[in-house]
């Protein structure tokens, strides 16, 4: 069994800056956050394979990083440039294959960006 734990988030004004962590085995294969909004259904924000590659959605690229900090043992998503549209509970998940849906959810952390 594989525990995610988010934390982070809260309120943030547009145009803003925040991190979002999430505990996480470093024995990991595949890692990524997803978000979803109200009424939207759940989409891929960004992931990261154990050797380094990255995918980025198109919408937060160039805005938002991944990356997994070995010394606290967290996956971390940075975002900046934040927009009201961001607004959603953003998951951490797990995969040990790659597949998606991945397979293991951490319970979300809610982000919502307004003035």
């Known amino acids: 069994q594989v525990y995610l734990r988010e934390s982070g988030g809260g309120s943030v004004q547009p145009g803003g800056s925040a991190r979002l962590s999430c505990a996480a085995s470093a024995d990991f294969l595949c890692l990524g956050w997803w978000r979803q909004a109200p009424t939207k259904e759940r989409e891929r924000v960004a992931t990261l394979r154990r050797d380094g590659r990255t995918n980025v959605a198109d919408s937060v690229k160039g805005r938002f990083t991944i990356f997994y900090d070995n010394t606290t043992d967290t996956l971390n998503l940075g975002m900046s440039g934040l927009k009201p549209g961001d607004t959603a509970m953003y998951y951490c998940?797990?995969?040990?294959?790659?597949?998606?849906?991945?397979?293991?959810w951490g319970q979300g952390t809610q982000v919502t960006v307004s003035p």
């Open positions: 998940a797990e995969d040990p294959n790659c597949l998606v849906p991945y397979q293991f």
